[in-house]
């Protein structure tokens, strides 16, 4: 075989990615009103269903065209018109979201015209009906990640629903897959500068709502239509993430086409990325950063020296989405601990630049940065590095407990602990609950490990 030529056999074993649809059912979960529907087989739905209920603990309707065997030949339109009627008449959304599966993009299925088409003869036979807004996006799971797939269907939201207009005073926040607690956060802190802002999109509350009296079809919650809407005269998009700026992303589109200045931000985790989000906000409101959230920076400084003597010298391997992955990264270095592997399964090509830009002047070595790995690679790159700590979702319990080291779980998904919706990470207070839990961790795993058994560390 000449040397160029690409390997005969690849194979993934455990994926430290999951399925491009299931991120932009997360995303479409996070409209007011909308139903997520996939364009594909049934299982596809389950699957789905089954992660994100298991890690946010709510009920999760994912609809689904059904399509076997003989639609994979002949087409799947019919069942795509059949399963659109039903969510519209049993479950009265306001808002559906399409996204293809990998067995509609390799029978080369597009659903865009097939849904207009029937939307628009839905029309023509019930005037007057309001019917829901359907937005379509491509996601074939088998060309890139569920955090490209949620990706994909912000900017495709935008795309089909954003409208010009004299520019107002709100901000578009584009956060990214954070936690509905994180979400909630970020709200409350906008509100505290004096700005007004629509998270796109906030599953918040569908992913994480209060117990209900009477079953609800679309729980309530999510981003109002008017939101996404008025996203185009918006004064400004703040988005985080490492691709952010890129000219695919859903900011760049209102940019382009609206004029809506677009400033990209890391995902503020940790003190260093955080100060650069508080201080877009004070530039934004021209005021200073509120007393409170304040205080909140000088107690996580403290509590960073205070914890310094649990953290010399633990080295530590991050397998997690590339935006998040960069996030831990700045921020287990500027707590002392020496970052030695960062992993993701995404694909972009960007993690090692985001990793080296959070890390700069924090560690006396850079760390293995390597991206569209699996966990058997991870296992095997990760043997003699003399880990002992991994940060990640519960897909890394098997490497943490292979080595008897601790795993602090974060991210999604995390499926063998309870409050994956509840977990903060993001600005300050978000660090600080992040930063106890990587020492308690650490402090757990030496009180096992002791003979003595410590019972003051
Ligand atoms: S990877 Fe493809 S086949 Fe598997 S659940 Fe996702 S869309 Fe369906």
């Not at 500068?193 to 918040?204: K, Q």
């Not at 859903?250 to 503020?268: H, Q």
Request: with cysteine.
């Amino acid at each position: 075989m000449p040397e160029s030529a690409a390997p005969a056999f690849v194979s993934t074993t455990n994926a430290c990615h999951l399925c491009m649809p299931l991120g932009a059912c997360l995303a479409f979960k996070g409209v007011e009103g909308g139903v997520p529907f996939l364009h594909g087989s049934q299982g596809c739905a389950t699957y789905m269903r089954r992660y994100l209920i298991s890690h946010y603990r709510e009920p999760v309707d994912i609809a689904s065209s059904s399509l076997g065997e003989r639609q994979a030949v002949f087409g799947g339109g019919p069942n795509l018109r059949q399963g659109l009627w039903n969510v519209i008449t049993a479950m009265r959304p306001r808002f559906i979201g399409v996204a293809t599966t990998c067995l509609t993009e390799t029978i080369g299925e597009e659903p865009g015209p097939l849904v207009e088409a029937f939307l628009a003869e839905l029309a023509g036979k019930n005037p007057g009906v309001t019917l829901p807004r359907v937005v379509t996006v491509r996601t074939p799971s088998f060309g890139g990640t569920h955090t490209e797939g949620f990706r994909r269907a912000v900017r495709a939201l935008l795309k089909a629903l954003a409208r010009p207009g004299p520019a107002g005073s709100h901000l578009n926040l584009l956060p990214g897959m954070a936690s509905p607690a994180d979400l909630r956060h970020l709200k409350d802190v906008v509100r505290a500068f004096g700005l007004e802002a629509a998270v796109i999109p906030d599953p918040s509350d569908p992913l994480d709502g209060p117990a209900w009296d009477t079953y609800t079809p679309v729980p309530p919650g999510g981003t109002p239509l008017e939101a996404l809407q008025a996203a185009g005269r918006a004064r400004a998009t703040v988005a985080f993430g490492c691709a952010a700026g890129d000219a695919s992303g859903p900011g760049a589109l209102l940019r382009d086409r609206f004029g809506v200045e677009l400033l990209p931000l890391p995902l503020p985790v940790g003190i260093r990325a955080s100060d650069r989000f508080f201080a877009t906000l004070e530039e934004l409101s021209g005021r200073p950063t509120p007393r409170r959230i304040r205080a909140q920076r000088g107690r996580l400084v403290d509590a960073y020296v205070d914890a310094h003597k649990y953290l010399a010298g633990v080295r530590a391997a991050v397998v997690a989405d590339e935006d998040l992955a960069a996030g831990l990264s700045g921020f287990l270095a500027e707590t002392g601990i020496q970052v030695a592997y960062v992993a993701t399964g995404d694909r972009s090509g960007i993690l090692e630049g985001a990793v080296e830009a959070a890390t700069a002047g924090l560690l006396r070595d850079p760390p293995a940065v390597r991206q569209g790995v699996d966990y058997h690679t991870v296992a095997e790159e990760t043997r003699d590095l003399g880990l002992g700590l991994v940060v990640g979702t519960s897909k890394a319990y098997p490497l943490a407990r292979d080595r008897g080291i601790p795993l602090v779980r974060v991210g999604f998904p995390i499926h063998d602990r309870f409050g994956a919706a509840r977990q903060r990470l993001l600005g300050y207070s978000g660090a600080q609950d992040l930063f106890d839990r990587v020492v308690n961790a650490l402090l757990a795993q030496r009180q096992e490990a002791s003979d003595v058994g410590y019972g003051y560390l």
